[in-house]
């Protein structure tokens, strides 16, 4: 799907490639280790191989099953990635004569227990766009200032749907009853797929809303978007591009509760301060729903299903953005933090104003 971009200017035509020389993660954990328990933590760095490659080859090194491994997030296989994994310190003395060519072992520690899904704080990325000119360089640098003072919008990527980008239709289908799938973890991803691409059709509705607020004159609209006009004009009031609306539910930033929107002159001023965000839903059971104008907008990506759902940031705030440039090359290198969950590839995608696959 084509989804809206908030930023406005034209396509920027540079080559960015996902591979081991040009995309590097460093994961960054939720915690501390502590140096001592009975789980050996291994930080390591691995190419061409996801998550799950790497952990099936030690597990085959090892003679023990994967589900030994602890880990706290799926990194990219098209990069070089830098993560912690876990696994039982009776594991150590074989782990020391451990080699392969995609995989090195760079240090180990110990912690009181397992590794385990979202013990993440976020990831910090280093990215290397080819075929930059002067022009180029000049129009991703005002896109990344753009994005410094406001973020970006909090896409799936394309890894979530899958090497075709059709995943998402498999869930519908079983969803809706029409389709069976035996395997519960493909039947998990399907759903989960389903679930992301109403997420961004939801968001990619409300940025195309954001941007008519912010072109059009308020009465021009209200029609259009079947809003009040004194909705449209407290809208337009807003410093942020994405406009809040009555009803949406809003959560602190980075981490925090969900509540609805009181006063949104206030909570529109927070936003622009990143104190807070908008979020969008993740549709399933035992989930608030937004309400009032807001509701009017969700309920046409909500859909009932037996999946718990739950409530996603709609705009996340990357941070220490910073660029590079190599005019002998025509490189730039491009190198920032985002939050768990959210993709690099998003943010490019922003910039550069094309879908990415």
Request: overall charge positive; aromatic content about 12%.
């Amino acid at each position: 799907m084509q989804l809206q971009r908030y930023l406005n200017h034209s396509q920027i035509d540079v080559v960015f490639k996902q591979s081991k020389d040009d995309f590097v993660v460093n994961e960054v954990p939720l915690y501390d280790f502590t140096g001592e328990g009975e789980h050996l933590v291994l930080k390591l760095r691995k190419k061409d191989l996801a998550t799950w490659d790497a952990i099936e080859i030690l597990a085959n090194y090892l003679k023990c099953s994967p589900r030994e491994f602890g880990y706290a997030g799926l990194k990219d296989k098209n990069a070089m990635t830098v993560q912690h994994i876990s696994v039982h310190r009776k594991f150590e003395e074989a782990l020391k004569e451990f080699s392969h060519e995609n995989i090195k072992i760079l240090e180990t520690t110990y912690h009181n227990n397992k590794i385990k899904i979202g013990h993440l704080k976020g990831n910090n990325f280093f990215i290397r766009l080819k075929r930059v000119g002067l022009v180029e360089k000049q129009k991703i640098e005002e896109a990344m200032g753009q994005i410094a003072t406001f973020g970006m919008p909090n896409y799936f990527g394309f890894q979530r749907f899958g090497i075709d980008g059709e995943n998402y239709k498999k869930g519908k289908a079983i969803v809706e009853g029409t389709l069976k799938e035996r395997n519960k973890n493909l039947k998990q991803m399907f759903i989960n797929a389903y679930q992301s691409y109403l997420f961004n059709s939801w968001l990619s509705k409300r940025i195309e809303i954001s941007k008519l607020i912010t072109a059009f004159e308020p009465k021009e609209i209200c029609e259009k978007l079947n809003l009040p006009l004194e909705e449209v004009k407290r809208a337009k009031k807003q410093l942020h591009p994405f406009k809040i609306l009555t009803g949406d539910l809003l959560s602190h930033y980075p981490f925090g509760k969900i509540f609805i929107i009181d006063d949104l002159e206030t909570e529109s001023q927070k936003f622009f301060e990143k104190d807070r965000v908008p979020t969008g839903l993740l549709c399933g059971k035992r989930v608030k729903k937004s309400e009032g104008f807001a509701q009017d907008i969700e309920k046409e990506f909500d859909v009932e299903m037996g999946e718990d759902g739950a409530r996603r940031f709609a705009f996340i705030f990357p941070e220490n953005l910073q660029s590079n440039y190599k005019e002998d090359k025509n490189h730039m290198e491009l190198s920032f933090y985002l939050p768990k969950g959210s993709y690099a590839t998003e943010l490019i995608a922003e910039i550069l104003h094309k879908e990415l696959s």
